[in-house]
């Protein structure tokens, strides 16, 4: 293996398109042709199915999202995995007279510079939080 001195490596700048990734168009990695736009369906558990829209291979009939229907698909995942109890953690929950709170483990929120937080009510005694 070549060994890389980094003391003569040049900085490097370049711009990444507003929409790079939201892509209008896709070639396929493996035929080298246009993808189609197709809308996928995609099976999370038993009848739960999430439709998105990506591209399509008409010939090896290979399959890939844009990035805001890939966050689409994660979140819609993540949720699937909480109601199946998967992955849980538990908190103590505690009462101020008018909130109930609760502590986010710090390894969740290291990079968290922003202090408002959005919460989807899933069911009377569940809920989903984003940090905005």
């Given at each position: 293996m070549e060994k890389i001195n980094f003391d003569e490596l040049e900085d490097v700048k370049f711009e990444i398109d507003k929409k790079a990734f939201e892509p209008e168009s896709l070639a396929c990695s493996d035929c080298k042709i246009k993808m189609k736009k197709a809308e996928i369906e995609v099976n999370l558990e038993g009848s739960i199915s999430l439709k998105v829209t990506g591209f399509e291979c008409p010939k090896c009939k290979k399959r890939y999202l844009g990035l805001s229907e890939s966050r689409k698909l994660d979140k819609a995942m993540i949720i699937s995995r909480m109601m199946r109890?998967?992955?849980?953690?538990?908190?103590?929950?505690?009462?101020?007279?008018?909130?109930?709170?609760?502590?986010?483990?710090?390894?969740?929120?290291?990079?968290?510079?922003?202090?408002?937080?959005?919460?989807?009510p899933l069911g009377a005694n569940q809920f989903c939080a984003s940090i905005q």
């Amino acid at each position: 293996m070549e060994k890389i001195n980094f003391d003569e490596l040049e900085d490097v700048k370049f711009e990444i398109d507003k929409k790079a990734f939201e892509p209008e168009s896709l070639a396929c990695s493996d035929c080298k042709i246009k993808m189609k736009k197709a809308e996928i369906e995609v099976n999370l558990e038993g009848s739960i199915s999430l439709k998105v829209t990506g591209f399509e291979c008409p010939k090896c009939k290979k399959r890939y999202l844009g990035l805001s229907e890939s966050r689409k698909l994660d979140k819609a995942m993540i949720i699937s995995r909480m109601m199946r109890n998967e992955f849980k953690m538990e908190r103590s929950l505690s009462f101020d007279g008018d909130n109930f709170t609760f502590r986010i483990p710090k390894e969740f929120t290291h990079d968290v510079k922003k202090k408002k937080v959005e919460v989807m009510p899933l069911g009377a005694n569940q809920f989903c939080a984003s940090i905005q």
